[in-house]
């Protein structure tokens, strides 16, 4: 196959490595995802995912309940990490791939602090690297923390991981006319609120031309098919 994208960051949200569950982790929906990851970085790509931790525990929604917002926030960050642990674990196990976890809160027992040089050598050296605890500042989301990175290591795309086959013009849960957007410019994301990401995330990738295609992650080869520039789920640019 012809590889179209040699860097590429991937955004899985914590709600990927869910599956169908309530909260936590589903090890047969990380086993599957870790198959499509080493399916690409086996073809050569140089791979870097950011993960969220929503499955776990989400700042917003702790401080609505009280919790001192920059505190919950530390909280999600760090949830980022037991995900992050799972999937480097599970990419090793099945496939031997070589991975390391960069966290940007210092860890140093679990993973490698985040040194933009160092993420840099690893990818060219042919190791997934999984960038933990977001962009290490409250405040942020691992969206967001997808964009910077994707713009520090100069990644050519961002695949935005998700459950639904891209961007629709209305919620195809409950508008059966729903259309997908084959392509949508970042301006279109924002004007028309359609949150792919949030907005912080799509002003930074539209500053630095950084192109995020949204696609269903569970669709089996959809990573590879991606890489390889076949059209799948929704392109912004
Ligand atoms: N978070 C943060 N700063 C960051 C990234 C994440 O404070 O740079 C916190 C925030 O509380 C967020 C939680 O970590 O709710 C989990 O990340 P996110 O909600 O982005 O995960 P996802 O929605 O992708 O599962």
Same mark, same amino acid.
Do not use: W
């Given at each position: 196959?012809?590889?179209? &994208?040699?860097?590429?960051?991937?955004?899985?949200?914590?709600?990927?490595?869910?599956?169908?569950?309530?909260?936590?982790?589903?090890?047969?929906?990380?086993?599957?995802?870790?198959?499509?990851?080493?399916?690409?970085?086996?073809?050569?790509?140089?791979?870097?995912?950011?993960?969220?931790?929503?499955?776990?525990?989400?700042?917003?929604?702790? $401080?609505? $309940?009280?919790?001192?917002?920059?505190?919950?926030?530390?909280?999600?960050?760090?949830?980022?990490?037991?995900?992050?642990?799972?999937?480097?674990?599970?990419?090793?196990?099945?496939?031997?791939?070589?991975?390391?976890?960069?966290?940007?809160?210092?860890?140093?027992?679990?993973?490698?602090?985040?040194?933009?040089?160092?993420?840099?050598?690893?990818?060219?050296?042919?190791?997934?690297?999984?960038?933990?605890?977001?962009?290490?500042?409250?405040?942020?989301?691992?969206?967001?923390?997808?964009?910077?990175?994707?713009?520090?290591?100069?990644?050519?795309?961002?695949?935005?991981?998700?459950?639904?086959?891209?961007?629709?013009?209305?919620?195809?849960?409950?508008?059966?006319?729903?259309?997908? &957007?084959?392509?949508?410019?970042?301006?279109?994301?924002?004007?028309?609120?359609?949150?792919?990401?949030? $907005?912080?995330?799509?002003?930074?990738?539209?500053?630095?031309?950084?192109?995020?295609?949204?696609?269903?992650?569970?669709?089996?080869?959809?990573? &590879?098919?991606?890489?390889?520039?076949?059209?799948?789920?929704? &392109?912004?640019?």
């Amino acid at each position: 196959m012809s590889i179209k &994208y040699r860097r590429v960051l991937l955004k899985l949200s914590g709600e990927a490595l869910m599956g169908d569950r309530e909260f936590g982790i589903d090890p047969e929906v990380v086993k599957m995802l870790a198959d499509e990851i080493a399916r690409v970085v086996e073809a050569g790509v140089e791979l870097a995912v950011v993960v969220g931790g929503g499955n776990i525990f989400r700042g917003v929604k702790a $401080s609505a $309940s009280g919790m001192d917002r920059a505190t919950a926030d530390y909280v999600g960050m760090l949830a980022t990490v037991m995900n992050a642990l799972t999937l480097q674990d599970a990419l090793e196990q099945q496939h031997q791939i070589q991975t390391r976890l960069l966290s940007a809160i210092e860890m140093k027992e679990v993973a490698e602090p985040f040194i933009r040089r160092r993420a840099m050598r690893h990818l060219e050296k042919g190791r997934v690297v999984i960038f933990g605890a977001g962009s290490g500042n409250p405040f942020f989301t691992t969206d967001t923390t997808a964009a910077l990175r994707a713009a520090e290591i100069d990644a050519e795309v961002i695949f935005k991981a998700t459950r639904v086959d891209g961007i629709y013009d209305a919620d195809p849960k409950f508008n059966p006319d729903a259309q997908r &957007y084959q392509t949508i410019s970042f301006q279109q994301v924002l004007v028309q609120d359609l949150r792919v990401m949030d $907005s912080t995330a799509i002003a930074l990738c539209r500053e630095n031309n950084i192109p995020i295609i949204v696609f269903n992650v569970f669709e089996k080869d959809n990573i &590879y098919r991606a890489v390889s520039g076949e059209a799948v789920g929704t &392109y912004v640019s």
